[in-house]
């Protein structure tokens, strides 16, 4: 066995398997080494303690960095340096699949999901957001002594939840908790777990439609953002494909880290977004965007058999997820010296640049793919001049 001179104990028949599975993921040749030499530790620790592969799990791994530790070795381990042993093991069937602690919260919420897709049919990320707000509402307001008790739940309870939550978050954001709660206290009721309807006593967020100017920024300060992004790195020119996407074709950060490989279609010179609704949508390929991502896919890709077009630079090598779009914007503005931003306000700065260049609003709601044209009439209001041109004066002044 390379990577370690002892024999792996009770581990042995995985070394190569493991060695293989931390390859794929990109981790370098050394780190493989060393977590070789890890699990060759574990093994001969199962085998001094009689344990074997199929027992083995969080609890087991914590006693052995225990003893580790207890042995006073001078090379640090953690519970979490060991998770990606575990996570092998598993997925090699070796050990069993982890179980997670069955709490009330939670098989109460294990039903809420399957009733959220079933019933509702909200795609994943959707439930997992409904899923989050159920849980602290529960948590918070049908808690009696760490007992759940919904049954004992009031129009008070509803509000006061509410009430907390919309003090720390926007208008827009605020109207979302109110219906992810709407649904929780529908469901609830529907299972005969309170006595009455208690999604009446959550009430509406005053929000109105056009109440205020959309947020947007200067092309300049767009340009500002891209120029930040370091191409000489991996990172850097990652990052710059993702926010290239963002600022010339609107995409939204779900939809930047859905795109696959087999979504930009080179001979057409077309992109396919996946968007809300399981709603797919072909934009034209700007030459721009299309050397964006030429550059990021020379750099290589490991692991090479992913579908994904955006993987994370650092092992486990992987699919980004949304809020890594966001992470870019963040970065980009620190570097250009900008206020932080996130990536929707390069989507409004894209709209606002169509509509300076005379675009109508029926070809930037083709762009931004929205379904309703009312949605892109908001950014009318963003085109000042144009406006002034058509303002009547106020009665009883001078034009």
């Not at 960095?65 to 070795?73: F, S, T």
């Not at 996407?245 to 939204?252: D, S, W």
């Not at 001979?267 to 396919?272: M, P, W, Y």
């Not at 570097?335 to 109508?360: F, N, S, T, W």
Request: net charge positive.
């Amino acid at each position: 066995m390379s990577g370690t001179r002892r024999k792996p104990g009770q581990l042995g028949p995985q070394v190569e398997g493991y060695r293989a599975w931390l390859a794929h993921r990109g981790y370098t040749s050394q780190t493989v080494r060393n977590m070789l030499a890890d699990l060759g530790r574990v093994g001969r620790w199962m085998s001094r303690e009689g344990l074997v592969p199929a027992k083995l799990d969080e609890d087991a791994m914590a006693a052995f960095v225990a003893a580790w530790q207890a042995a006073g070795h001078r090379r640090a381990l953690g519970p979490r340096a060991m998770m990606p042993l575990l996570s092998y093991l598993r997925e090699a069937g070796v050990t069993p699949a982890a179980k997670p602690p069955q709490t009330p919260v939670g098989a109460l919420l294990g039903e809420y999901r399957i009733w959220l897709a079933r019933e509702r049919g909200l795609a994943a990320a959707t439930v997992r957001r409904y899923e989050n707000t159920a849980r602290c509402f529960l948590q918070q307001q049908a808690m009696t002594g760490g007992v759940l008790e919904p049954a004992g739940l009031a129009g008070a309870d509803v509000s006061a939840f509410l009430l907390r939550e919309c003090g720390r978050v926007s208008a827009g954001s605020a109207k979302g908790r109110v219906a992810e709660l709407r649904a929780i206290l529908r469901f609830l009721y529907l299972q005969g777990l309170t006595p009455v309807r208690l999604g009446t006593a959550v009430p509406p967020v005053g929000g109105w439609r056009l109440a205020t100017l959309p947020p947007t920024m200067t092309t300049a300060d767009v340009q500002l953002l891209l120029d930040s992004c370091d191409r000489s790195t991996d990172v850097g020119v990652r990052d710059f494909a993702i926010m290239t996407l963002v600022a010339r074709l609107g995409l939204r950060s779900i939809e930047v880290a859905r795109l696959e490989l087999r979504d930009v279609d080179w001979r057409a010179g077309e992109l396919i977004v996946r968007g809300k609704a399981r709603r797919q949508d072909r934009l034209p390929l700007p030459a721009e965007v299309g050397e964006a991502l030429v550059a990021y896919l020379a750099r290589g890709r490991a692991p090479a058999g992913a579908r994904r077009l955006f993987l994370t630079c650092q092992a486990p090598r992987g699919p980004i997820r949304a809020d890594l779009v966001g992470d870019v914007a963040e970065r980009a503005c620190r570097r250009a010296g900008l206020p932080r931003v996130g990536p929707h306000r390069l989507r409004h700065a894209l709209a606002a640049e169509l509509l300076r260049q005379g675009a109508g609003l029926v070809a930037i709601s083709q762009v931004l793919r929205h379904q309703d044209l009312a949605t892109t009439a908001l950014y009318a209001k963003v085109d000042l001049a144009t406006l002034r041109q058509v303002a009547q004066p106020w009665p009883g002044t001078a034009r």
